[in-house]
């Protein structure tokens, strides 16, 4: 009952949120409704027995990328529309109704496009879709196939986020003089 | 689930004929309802008692701080004043509610609300005793990582909509410093993780003992170390004193809160103040060996078995002690927080940040390592078992 | 309630916000948002899958290597930006037409 | 008696302690580091005493024997056994050896303090000295040649070190260097025939070495450059050959003159005493073999050439050292002599009487030196026409170097009257068996006589007549009696009288010694028996098939070989004869030379400039190091070593080895053009080229918006995807 | 990775290389660091060898398993990462780590880039040690290979003032005999089936290609004997064997005295080891056929070298030829095929790598008072005189290092020589008896330079030099001990080389 009561609220967070991602036009609370989300979707995971990868994505998500998202925004100039240095207005940045249409068509080919994809796996596998069974403890599973199997991909992402690091830090320093 | 309140409860008689008679009377099995209260009264309690806690430690740090520099504190409310801290509560909520103007509305009030969240959801995984505990994760010490670093957007989110120069500054301070002190915090913890082979409370706590020489923080030298290293950085991620800088007064008025008054001030100074007691509560269940009790008084064996009490009873006093024991060693930490924020100056924004990245980071990565090494070639074996189990062994006091 | 399609549709629907946000939005941060939101929708799947077909753990794996590329990429990509808008101040996607600054 | 093995290897233990701690200590504690030294090798000679003791006192009999060994080295594998042992091997000759080795040698310790007192090096002397007299007596205890030819070579080392003592002096490197590599081609030899022992015994040890040759395992041949060898023969020469290096015999005989360089007092124990008889020890131990190959003749002659070919040189030397140098080849000419005659034990006496007589005189003549200082020069004085009228006042040193002469001229009743004429009588009586042994007699009896000549030239010159360097005679100091000086010396002196090692004069009884035998040295010493003695003869390689062989296997004064009555009389008759020649030889060599030298009737200028040819000869050694040197080494050896570095450097590596750069500089010069032309230019460019044309088209679909590329990326995602799912 | 393995080897193969990071790391300027760094880091080497040899079973011929590692490499050519140890080995491990040791005191006194010098040196180090343990061939001549690189610079850059010309000579050289010994190794890969063991020194020794024959150029010859001439030609360049002798007086002479020192102590043992690893095992009737063609080689080496380094007038010329000379007695050793023999050859290569090793480093502390070297000038003056007089302690080390060079008894030199000799005589006596007098000739030209550097009086250039200081004695003092103890007492060594050898020698017995 819990995990039926935790999808429920899951889901509703994390569509809700998303609408609202998507349709609010100050950066600032769509970086907050997108925490919503990830919130969300941290439930969603928990529901799927994936307790280790909710925890993961809350640290991940809400200590490092939201945060580091709102200092973005607030150093290349908050919410607010601007014109840039030559003087020439742009569309606003955060779209108007031109950019509007050219997305929604996008989506909607899309949209049609893997609907239908999945129609299809989903008809293909429906016989092997099996019922969810006890949410047993991955974190020791989780560490043991990142060391055995996965690492490789384990070491690699290791150093990408060194990589990551390194650059974010370099590339982001104000130029000397 | 290894030990939470419900399993606690659950293995004695009065609970389970409870369960049995709560399912009868209402026709289907009740167990899942009992246990939602269970948790529901639980999350209830410890919130209450918490939010106690952090209004006693606002007037303990009055009253420390007075005794340190030899005056009287609060004395006047209650006996030693000790209900100074209600008596601001009450003037809390009768503030005037002043939102700026020309702040964004929506996050202004969201910010202390973050806040307060980020504090309270930690509650859920803090192993007061081994039958108090709301939830006992598999992902424990993560989920607290994570949960707690809301906090963070809190600050962050209150400095930004605020709308004012100062509390810009405060915010971007305090978020700044709580991501990288996160950094040699988590991975002090690690070591301890790493040790103990597990990420639930209930698994770090059990692998310690009631003596200090079974405790974590005298297991090898890396953890040693890496308790300071853990307990700084729980002081720069609480944003006290030496590292207040997001509140410096000197500097930012009153750093990211500066434009709340009333509850909202409130919540914030609150879940400061919780938050303390959650880092120290977490250093004590870390390193200094939780709620355990020497002789393994904690699990009631010896009252129900020896003394032969009932074991309701038996168990409970059990608890008390363990309760006793957490409780002791988060208090103590506690104290020594206050007393370094009232002893130590403040450092520099960028000491700040040398400190944590220069030092304390590349410290716990060393801790990390050795304490891999540690396990690797002793066997995971302490200091104590190695120095003084080992030399017994080979003086040949047997197996 | 809890099966393979509802997770699906959860999915489907962060992919196509998170498309619908990086087509719309003229702003490199809102575009990065979107990437995010595309990135979920991607983990969500993975993890849906393992656990109603496979159910095994390759899936979580899969996911948290997202997690860690899309932290990689947030710190990478705003890094990017904060350069760009010292360089242009500006955060206009259609300013960053040049490959020198 | 309980022989452990460590309480007699202590005997050259000792020493060797000695030295190593002196090693450490002599810079700080010379005094101290001396005293080491000769307390060490005067326990050492006590612990010889002991063993002479029982070989003389408590067994009296021939068969002493102690042989102890223990792995040295052991490189057996799983299938191949291999183990060389090392170990003590003791009879009566090794204890005669011991306690001369030991008593010499502690004498001359003694000495040393008060000659080498005043040396700047006076430490390192002893240090070398211990070292040397471990060597020496580890040598004597050897139980096989391997470890033999391991202290040979030690002992050559510490005598290079001491010739080399005054290194500042540019003679003393040449002499040390010369001394070294002379003896080193004997050893070099020494080390072939110890390989060729070694593949036929499988050991060089002794005892095995005599069983293998009572065995007849010696029996066969052995290719060498393609010449089919008696491997007996082969193998006898080779070890020869290390006492013809070690014993300064002819032709190797060019360095021990030169050997003078060194201290006096290590003259006198490693060029004289010891390390030089070292090689006649050897010559005797390998007696056996020696007869097993024939070589004894070969053996006689060399030491007969050597024995008068030095006396005659000696005859012509002006330094007091280098006359005794001569005189000591000559003697150990007269050893090897007896060695190729088969006077077994004789020789080995000569060997004994001669270390102390030969120790004594360098002792003395060593004291007459030291004695002798020249203020203008600051150094001592070896030249015998500045000496004169010594007597009066060195008396004891005078006393003590008469004896000597005495014993060395073959005077009666001196020790070495009774070992010489022992092998005087020896060769004639070889002689008379066999006419090619007369030129080794004749010439034996010839040094006799040049000897007694010589020697007491040398005492005229030095000691009686008129002082002819006057301010030196001025500035010398009067004798006293003094214990590390003089006493040493007589000593030696008391211990030149024959009766010490024989009870005749001749052979025939005299005194009895003990039970009944009158000969110690003929009771103790025996030539080692070798049990059903396979003779090998080659009919193409043995000079002369008819000679009787068996006649050599005994010595004459081997009591234990029965011999009939007849010829003990023969014996007897040949022996008498030999003696009373070598009495009168020697008497007239003393009388020719006083009449020389003590009353000047005779003028020696004029009989050198009779034989100014001669003399010459004499004067320059008889061309040997001339030859050798300026010939051998400079004429041949360094041109060629030039020659070949010229080879390797001039013209193998620069042209052979360097000329492969140019073959290769034609190859790249041609590549270099094909490349050029045909590959780059042709071939490389040509593709860069038709790559621009295709630049050209593709430019246009670049336009630089992010979001236009994304649509693109979707659209064809999209209709990849619809491709995929359609089908 | 086989289970209870020890990982001893990989730490004595791998500490250079961590010493290599370490210099790499440290700051330029900090030349003392770097210094104290190295020299920790040759000494825990050091640490690790005697505890290797402290573990090592004397009783069992052949690699000890106890030390075997083996880890896939590059499977699909079943290549694999090999290493192991057995008695022909560890002398040489634990020659080169005393070495190496030694020389990084010695090169205290470099101060041109002292980083680069350092890490080169450590490196070279590690490729060393990668030969003599390596049981891959592969890997064995990828180490083999890769040494030449740090040689290579450290000659062309620290040496005298002809040392490019040396360096690329030592280069080109050395890398010819190797592309002989690939060829060698490819066609043993294709001959032995290219499967998994087709690299596997070990399971390609024992003689299996005896009766296998290859056609080149239209005719047949037999497989083994051609290669085994590759591979001849690949080692006898190392080792110097005579015709391909020329690289080293150069290399020897323009190297500054810690790689000399290298070069003539570890590298050309390289050489022996590799016959003793590889050509001997591999082709085993095909080295029973050449072997007197061995010795005759041996013996010109002998011969030839010792009356070359007489001609010398450069003192490290002089020892350079004589370590022609002496090579020339190991190559003696290994034709005999006897127990003796081929013990007194390896004893003989950890013999002459002490006082080799010895004589070089003396030289170099001469040369750093003197800054030349010739015993006689070309203008036909001294270049020293004296030297006893005014260096009495330097003298006295001299002697050693000399006497031990010239195998005089109680020193090391003589039983590895009187060992070969024994071995030799059995089956070449001819030989024995003319290679007995390169102990002459080497005897004399050693005393000769002795003699004109050190007796006489001191001439005025030689006044100002000072003796030994304490560094340079401290560093000498282990190789002074090596060469007395294992001249008197050689057990220690040999105990540990006999099982392995005798395994050797009975197998090539058999043919």
């Not at chain 1, 607010?80 to 569309?91: A, L, P, Q, T």
């Not at chain 2, 597990?198 to 090898?220: C, K």
């Not at chain 4, 307390?39 to 002479?52: E, G, Q, T, V």
């Amino acid at each position: 009952m819990f995990e039926q009561i935790l999808f429920l609220l899951s889901a509703t967070a994390t569509i809700g949120f998303t609408v609202a991602v998507v349709g609010t036009n100050n950066l600032m609370h769509a970086c907050m409704y997108l925490l919503g989300t990830l919130f969300g979707v941290a439930g969603l995971y928990a529901t799927i027995g994936a307790d280790f990868l909710a925890a993961t994505q809350i640290v991940v998500y809400a200590g490092g990328v939201v945060i580091l998202m709102l200092f973005a925004i607030m150093l290349t100039g908050g919410a607010e529309d601007k014109k840039n240095r030559f003087g020439i207005e742009k569309i606003p940045s955060m779209g108007s109704t031109k950019t509007y249409i050219v997305a929604g068509a996008s989506v909607l080919i899309i949209a049609m496009i893997v609907l239908k994809m999945t129609a299809n796996i989903h008809t293909a596998n429906k016989d092997l879709a099996v019922a969810s069974t006890g949410n047993e403890s991955t974190v020791f599973n989780i560490g043991s196939l990142l060391l055995t199997d996965h690492i490789l991909a384990f070491e690699i992402s290791s150093i990408l986020l060194l990589g990551a690091l390194v650059g974010a830090a370099i590339i982001a320093r104000p130029k000397r003089n | 689930m290894n030990s939470t309140i419900v399993s606690y409860l659950s293995q004695f008689e009065g609970y389970q004929k409870f369960v049995s008679m709560a399912s009868s009377f209402l026709g289907s099995n009740a167990s899942g309802y009992i246990t939602f209260l269970v948790f529901f009264l639980g999350a209830f309690v410890i919130v209450n008692v918490m939010a106690l806690i952090g209004g006693l430690g606002t007037y303990a740090e009055r009253k420390i701080s007075a005794d340190l520099q030899m005056r009287q504190g609060p004395n006047r409310v209650g006996p030693y004043g000790i209900l100074q801290f209600l008596a601001d509560g009450v003037k809390m909520i009768m503030k005037e509610d002043i939102i700026p103007s020309a702040s964004d509305k929506f996050m202004f009030t969201l910010a202390p609300l973050l806040a307060l969240l980020g504090v309270l959801a930690t509650f859920a995984v803090i192993p007061f005793s081994s039958g108090l505990m709301l939830s006992d994760l598999n992902v424990g010490v993560f989920y607290l990582i994570g949960v707690s670093s809301l906090v963070g957007v809190g600050v962050f989110l209150a400095g930004y909509s605020s709308n004012s120069k100062w509390s810009m500054l405060g915010g971007m301070r305090g978020a700044s410093q709580i991501i990288s002190y996160e950094v040699p915090v988590t991975l002090s913890i690690l070591s301890i993780v790493l040790l103990a082979g597990g990420m639930s409370f209930g698994t770090l706590v059990n692998a310690q003992s009631g003596f200090p020489h079974e405790w974590f923080i005298l297991h090898n030298p890396f953890t040693f170390i890496g308790f300071f290293v853990y307990f700084i950085g729980a002081l720069a991620e609480t944003n006290r004193a030496p590292f207040d800088l997001p509140e410096a007064e000197s500097e930012l008025v009153s750093g990211y809160h500066t434009e709340y008054t009333g509850m909202r001030f409130a919540f914030f100074a609150l879940a400061e103040y919780m938050e303390v007691f959650v880092v120290c509560g977490v250093a004590a269940a870390l390193f200094l060996g939780g709620y355990k009790v020497p002789f393994d008084l904690g699990d009631g064996a010896f009252f129900t078995h020896t003394l032969h009490l009932p074991e309701f009873i038996g168990k409970n006093i059990g608890q008390v002690l363990e309760l006793g024991s957490f409780f002791t060693k988060t208090l103590v930490l506690y104290y020594i927080v206050i007393w370094i924020r009232w002893t130590l100056p403040r450092l520099r924004v960028d000491q700040l940040m040398t400190l944590c990245w220069k030092y304390l980071t590349p410290i716990a990565l060393f801790n990390l390592v050795g304490c891999a090494f540690w396990m690797y070639y002793f066997e995971g074996k302490s200091l104590y078992v190695l120095l003084f189990k080992s030399a017994a062994h080979a003086a040949g006091a047997g197996h | 309630m809890i099966s393979l399609p509802s997770y699906l549709f959860i999915s489907f629907l962060l992919f196509v916000a998170g498309m619908f946000v990086m087509i719309a939005r003229k702003n490199i941060v809102a575009i990065l948002l979107g990437i995010e939101l595309i990135l979920n929708s991607a983990a969500l799947n993975f993890v849906a899958y393992t656990k109603f077909v496979n159910n095994n753990l390759d899936g979580h794996i899969m996911s948290l290597f997202i997690i860690v590329i899309a932290a990689a990429e947030a710190a990478v990509g705003l890094a990017i930006v904060i350069r760009f808008y010292q360089l242009r101040e500006s955060v206009h996607i259609d300013d960053a037409t040049q490959l020198q600054s | 008696m309980d022989y452990s093995f460590s309480n007699v290897a202590l005997i050259a233990l000792l020493p060797f302690f000695a030295f190593v701690i002196n090693a450490f200590i002599v810079k700080k504690f010379t005094k101290l580091a001396v005293t080491i030294s000769c307390l060490a090798i005067f326990s050492s000679f006590l612990l010889a005493c002991r063993i002479f003791k029982d070989v003389v006192f408590d067994v009296y009999s021939s068969e002493f024997y102690v042989h102890k060994y223990f792995n040295w080295i052991d490189i057996s594998s799983a299938t191949i056994p291999f183990k060389i042992n090392m170990g003590i091997y003791i009879d009566n000759m090794t204890a005669i050896m011991l306690l001369m080795v030991t008593g010499v040698a502690t004498l001359i310790h003694v000495f040393s303090t008060y000659y080498m007192h005043d040396d700047a090096r006076f430490g390192r002397f002893f240090v070398y000295m211990s070292l040397f007299t471990s060597a020496m007596l580890g040598l004597v205890l050897s139980d096989n040649l391997l470890s033999v030819f391991i202290f040979w070579e030690l002992m050559g080392f510490c005598s290079y070190s001491l010739i080399g003592f005054y290194y500042e002096k540019e003679g003393a490197g040449n002499a040390s260097m010369k001394a070294f590599m002379t003896t080193r081609v004997g050893d070099v030899f020494f080390l072939v025939g110890i390989l060729a022992i070694w593949n036929i015994v499988g050991s060089v040890s002794f005892v095995d070495i005599y069983a293998a040759l009572s065995q007849g395992k010696f029996a066969h041949d052995i290719m060498i450059f393609g010449l089919g060898i008696p491997v007996a023969t082969f193998a006898a020469f080779s070890i020869f050959m290390g006492t013809i290096g070690k014993s300064a015999q002819f032709p190797l005989q060019v360095w021990l003159p030169d050997a003078m360089f060194g201290p006096t007092p290590c003259s006198a124990l490693i060029h004289a005493a010891t390390m030089v008889a070292a090689g006649v020890y050897l010559s005797l131990r390998m007696f056996p073999l020696m007869e097993a190959g024939h070589l004894l003749t070969f053996i006689a002659y060399i030491g007969a050439i050597t024995a008068f070919g030095a006396a005659t040189i000696a005859l012509v030397q002006t330094d007091i050292k280098a006359v005794l140098a001569y005189s000591t080849i000559s003697q150990l000419g007269y050893m090897v002599l007896g060695v190729g005659v088969g006077a077994y034990n004789a020789s080995f006496m000569h060997l004994i009487t001669h270390a102390v007589f030969k120790a004594c005189l360098f002792l003395a003549a060593g004291s007459v030196i030291h004695s002798l200082h020249d203020h203008h020069t600051h150094e001592h004085v070896q030249e015998m026409p500045r000496m004169g009228g010594l007597r009066k006042k060195l008396p004891f040193t005078f006393i003590a170097m008469m004896c000597c002469t005495l014993a060395i001229s073959g005077i009666p009743f001196f020790s070495g009257f009774v070992s010489k004429d022992r092998i005087l009588g020896d060769a004639l009586l070889a002689a008379l068996h066999h006419k090619v042994m007369w030129v080794p007699a004749v010439l034996g009896f010839a040094a006799a006589f040049l000897t007694a000549f010589y020697m007491f030239r040398m005492m005229f010159l030095t000691f009686f007549g008129e002082p002819r360097d006057k301010e030196l005679y001025e500035h010398m100091h009067e004798e006293h009696l003094q214990l590390n000086s003089n006493v040493p010396l007589l000593i030696l002196s008391i211990f030149t009288l024959g009766v010490f090692y024989s009870g005749s004069l001749t052979g025939q009884g005299f005194i009895k010694v003990f039970k009944g035998n009158y000969e110690w040295f003929g009771t103790l010493v025996e030539k080692p028996h070798v049990a059903n003695f396979q003779d090998h003869k080659r009919q193409l390689w043995t000079m002369d098939s008819s000679v009787d062989r068996e006649e050599f296997k005994h010595s004459r004064y081997d009591e234990k070989h029965g011999k009939t009555e007849e010829e003990a009389h023969h014996v007897h008759q040949v022996h008498l004869i030999g003696a009373l020649m070598s009495i009168v030889i020697a008497f007239s060599g003393v009388f020719l030379s006083f009449l020389m030298y003590g009353k000047k009737s005779l003028n020696p200028a004029f009989w050198t400039g009779l034989f100014s040819g001669w003399y010459r000869g004499l004067l320059n050694k008889y061309y040997f190091d001339t030859f050798y040197i300026k010939v051998v080494i400079q004429k041949m050896l360094l041109p060629l070593n030039n020659f070949l570095a010229f080879i390797d450097m001039g013209i193998y590596d620069r042209y052979a080895i360097d000329g492969w750069e140019n073959v290769n500089r034609w190859f790249y010069t041609v590549a270099k053009w094909f490349d050029n032309l045909v590959v780059d230019t042709v071939a490389v460019d040509g593709t860069g080229a038709s790559v621009r044309l295709f630049n050209v088209v593709l430019r246009t679909l670049q336009s630089g918006k992010i979001q236009f590329y994304f649509i693109m990326i979707i659209l064809v995602l999209s209709s990849y995807i619809w491709a995929i799912g359609s089908n | 990775m086989q289970a209870g393995s020890s990982q001893l080897l990989n730490w004595i193969l791998w500490m250079p290389m961590l010493g290599v990071l370490g210099v790499l790391l440290l700051p330029k300027d900090k030349k003392d660091w770097i210094r104290m760094w190295s020299l920790l880091n040759t000494a825990l080497t050091l640490v690790f060898s005697v505890v290797l040899y402290m573990k090592f079973d004397n009783t069992v011929p052949g690699m000890q398993s106890p030390f075997n590692v083996v880890i896939p490499w590059i499977e699909n050519f079943h290549i694999f990462y090999r290493l192991g140890v057995d008695g022909i080995s560890l002398p040489m491990v634990m020659l080169t780590s005393l070495l190496f040791m030694i020389c990084i005191l010695s090169s205290w006194t470099i101060e041109k880039s002292v980083k680069a010098y350092f890490a080169l040196f450590l490196f070279l180090q590690a490729c060393i040690y990668g030969v003599f343990l390596s049981l891959d061939f592969f890997l064995f001549y990828v180490f083999w290979e890769v040494m030449l690189i740090p040689m290579f610079f450290l000659i062309g850059i620290w040496g005298g003032e002809n040392r490019e010309y040396a360096a690329v000579k030592f280069f080109l050289y050395t890398f010819f005999g190797s592309i002989l010994m690939l060829v060698g190794m490819v066609a043993l890969y294709y001959a032995s089936g290219s499967n998994a063991e087709s690299f596997n020194i070990l399971a390609l020794s024992g003689g299996k290609f005896t009766s296998l024959t290859i056609n080149i150029f239209g005719s047949t010859f037999s497989f083994s004997k051609l290669f085994f001439v590759f591979m001849f030609i690949g080692f006898a360049i190392k080792v110097p064997v005579f015709p391909f002798h020329t690289w080293l007086p150069h290399a020897h002479v323009q190297a500054p005295t810690a790689i000399s020192v290298i070069l003539a102590g570890v590298l050309l043992k390289m050489g022996t080891y590799g016959f003793l690893r590889i050509a001997y095992p591999i082709f085993p009737e095909a080295s029973v056929h050449f072997s007197s063609a061995i010795a005759w080689l041996g013996l010109i080496n002998v011969i030839y070298g010792a009356l070359c380094a007489m001609a010398q007038t450069d003192v490290k010329k002089l020892i350079a030829y004589s370590s022609v000379s002496h090579m020339g007695f190991v190559m003696l050793g290994l034709a005999a095929m006897t127990v003796q023999g081929m013990n007194g050859a390896v004893l003989q290569m950890f013999n002459h790598g002490t006082s080799t090793a010895m004589m070089f480093l003396l030289i170099g502390v001469l040369y750093e008072r003197s800054h030349h070297r010739w015993i006689v000038r070309p203008d036909g003056t001294k270049g020293f005189g004296g030297l006893y007089t005014q260096l009495p302690r330097y003298s006295i080390i001299f002697i050693i290092a000399m006497f031990a060079s010239m195998g005089l008894p109680g020193l090391s030199g003589f039983i590895s020589e009187a060992l070969i000799f024994l071995g030799i005589y059995e089956r070449f006596t001819t030989i024995t008896v003319l290679a007995l007098f390169g102990l002459l000739i080497g005897a004399a030209y050693l005393l000769w330079m002795f003699k004109r550097m050190f007796f006489g009086e001191v001439i005025e250039e030689c006044k100002e030099y000072t003796d030994m200081n304490a560094r340079e004695i401290f560093y000498m003092l282990p190789l002074c001990a090596a060469v007395i103890i294992f001249g008197i007492y050689p057990a220690p060594v040999l105990n540990v080389m006999r099982a392995s050898v005798g395994q050797l020698v009975s197998l090539l017995s058999n043919y």
